[in-house]
C-alpha cells in the first residue's frame, strides 16, 4: 500500500502556490495555481481524481500559517506543514526556485526525511497571537521611549531626582516646556505615542488575564504562576505557545526545542561544545531566561507569591519550593566557579525547563477528556 502512495509537495506563496505531484512509476507532475479557496478545492479533486491510491501532502511553515493544512483537512486529505530549517539542503545545490522546492518537497516527504511542525489549533492560535501581539507593543513602547529620552538628552533636559517611567517621571514629562514651536511639536507627539502605547498595553493586558482564566488555560496557567518569576502573562505565553505539551516526552526534549541546549560539533574523538543553539521557540525562551533572573535572590515567598498559590495543589507548591532552592543554589555555585553571570542564568534558564515540564506533565481535565 505504501509504494502505491502518490506524494504532493507544494511550495505556498501569498498570490500563488506550485505544486509537484510524484505518483508511483511515473514522471513527476508540475503546476501552478492561484492561492485562493476556489483553487485550492479544484487541487483537492484533482489530486483525489489522479492520485494512484492514499495521498500525502507537505508544504513549509511560513507566512502563509495552517490555512492550507486545515483546507486538506476538511476535504479529508492529510498534510503536514514541514519545519524549514530541517530540511536536508545538498551543500553544491545553488539553483533554487519554486518548481524545484515544490518537487524536493515531494522527495523528500517520500523519502521521510521531513520534519512535521505540530499545528496549533485555532483556539490556540488565537491566544498565542494575543501574546506576541503584547510582545509587539512592548517592542513599540521602547521604541516610543528611547525616542523621548534622546530627544530630551539632545535638548539637556535631564530627569535626576528619581526612576524613570514611575508617576513622578511621567508628571514631569507633562511639565517640560520648549522654547521653539518644532520642539514643543516634536517632544508633544513623541509623548502622545507613548501614552498611546502605554495604553495598548493596559488593555492587551487586561484581555490576557481573561484569557487565562478560561478553559483549557485556567489550570496549567494557575501551576505556572507557583513558580518564582512566572505570573499570569509569562505563564499563558508558555501554555500557548507550547500547544499539545505531551509531545514532549521528556525534559531534555523540551530543552532542545526550545533552544537551550549547547551546540556540539564531533568528529572522529573530537568533541567541541558551543554556545546553545537558540533554535525552536525564542518566544518561550526569553521568557525563560527572564525569570530565571529572579533565581539568584534568596529563596522565599513574598505576598504575591503567596497570593498566586492560593487554592493550587499542593505537590506543585513543593516543585516550585524545590527549584527555588535548587536553582538559587546553582547560581551561586556557578558564579564561584568563575562563570559570568548571564552564562550563568543560562544554565539556570535550562534547568527551570525541567521543572516548568514536570509541573505541565500533571493531568488536567482538559487533557484527561
Known amino acids: 500500500m505504501k509504494e502505491a502512495t502518490t506524494y504532493v509537495g507544494m511550495d505556498a506563496h501569498k498570490e500563488s502556490i506550485f505544486v509537484a505531484m510524484l505518483r508511483p512509476g511515473e514522471a513527476p507532475v508540475e503546476w501552478q495555481l492561484r492561492n485562493e479557496p476556489a483553487a485550492v478545492r479544484r487541487l483537492q479533486r484533482k489530486l483525489q481524481r489522479e492520485a494512484a491510491g492514499p495521498i500525502e501532502c507537505c508544504y513549509e511553515a511560513g507566512p502563509c500559517g495552517y490555512t492550507l493544512q486545515r483546507q486538506f483537512h476538511a476535504a479529508g486529505l492529510p498534510c503536514v506543514v514541514v519545519a524549514p530549517s530541517l530540511i536536508p539542503v545538498k551543500p553544491g545545490e545553488r539553483i533554487k526556485t519554486d518548481r524545484r522546492d515544490a518537487k524536493k518537497l515531494a522527495e523528500l516527504l517520500r523519502a521521510e526525511l521531513l520534519t512535521a511542525v505540530h499545528p496549533p489549533t485555532e483556539d490556540?492560535?488565537?491566544?498565542?497571537?494575543?501574546?506576541?501581539?503584547?510582545?509587539?507593543?512592548?517592542?513599540?513602547?521602547e521604541r516610543a521611549r528611547h525616542r523621548l529620552t534622546k530627544l530630551l538628552l539632545r535638548r539637556g533636559?535631564?530627569?535626576?531626582?528619581?526612576?524613570?517611567?514611575?508617576?513622578?517621571?511621567?508628571?514631569?514629562?507633562?511639565?517640560?516646556?520648549?522654547?521653539?514651536?518644532?520642539?514643543?511639536?516634536?517632544?508633544?507627539?513623541?509623548?502622545?505615542?507613548?501614552?498611546?502605547?502605554?495604553?495598548?498595553?493596559?488593555?492587551?493586558?487586561?484581555?490576557?488575564?481573561?484569557?487565562?482564566?478560561?478553559?483549557?488555560?485556567?489550570?496549567?496557567?494557575?501551576?505556572?504562576?507557583?513558580?518564582?518569576?512566572?505570573?499570569?502573562?509569562?505563564?499563558?505565553?508558555?501554555?500557548?505557545?507550547?500547544?499539545?505539551?505531551?509531545?514532549?516526552?521528556?525534559?531534555r526534549e523540551l530543552m532542545a526545542y526550545l533552544g537551550l541546549v549547547p551546540s556540539e560539533h564531533s568528529s572522529a574523538e573530537r568533541h567541541r561544545r558551543g554556545g546553545?543553539?537558540?533554535?525552536?521557540?525564542?518566544?518561550?525562551?526569553?521568557?525563560?531566561?527572564?525569570?530565571?533572573?529572579?533565581?539568584?535572590?534568596?529563596?522565599?515567598?513574598?505576598?504575591?507569591?503567596?497570593?498566586?498559590?492560593?487554592?493550587?495543589?499542593?505537590?506543585?507548591?513543593?516543585?516550585?519550593?524545590?527549584?527555588?532552592?535548587r536553582l538559587h543554589r546553582r547560581y551561586w555555585k556557578l558564579l564561584a566557579a568563575r562563570k559570568p553571570p548571564n552564562r550563568a542564568v543560562i544554565a539556570i534558564a535550562r534547568e527551570l525547563v525541567g521543572f516548568v515540564w514536570a509541573a505541565l506533565q500533571r493531568p488536567t481535565p482538559a487533557r484527561a477528556a
Open 276 to 325: 546553545i543553539t537558540k533554535a525552536g521557540n525564542s518566544h518561550v525562551r526569553r521568557l525563560l531566561v527572564e525569570a530565571a533572573w529572579h533565581y539568584r535572590h534568596r529563596p522565599g515567598a513574598g505576598a504575591a507569591l503567596r497570593q498566586r498559590r492560593v487554592d493550587q495543589p499542593a505537590a506543585i507548591i513543593t516543585l516550585a519550593d524545590k527549584a527555588q532552592q
Open 124 to 141: 490556540d492560535e488565537a491566544v498565542r497571537d494575543l501574546c506576541r501581539c503584547r510582545e509587539d507593543a512592548k517592542e513599540d513602547r
Open 157 to 251: 533636559v535631564i530627569f535626576s531626582v528619581g526612576k524613570h517611567w514611575t508617576r513622578r517621571h511621567y508628571a514631569w514629562l507633562r511639565q517640560v516646556q520648549f522654547e521653539r514651536a518644532a520642539d514643543r511639536t516634536v517632544f508633544g507627539d513623541y509623548l502622545q505615542a507613548l501614552e498611546h502605547v502605554d495604553e495598548r498595553l493596559r488593555a492587551l493586558d487586561a484581555q490576557l488575564v481573561v484569557a487565562a482564566q478560561q478553559d483549557p488555560y485556567r489550570t496549567p496557567v494557575g501551576w505556572l504562576r507557583c513558580f518564582r518569576g512566572i505570573d499570569t502573562v509569562t505563564a499563558l505565553t508558555i501554555v500557548a505557545e507550547l500547544h499539545g505539551f505531551e509531545r514532549f516526552r521528556s525534559a
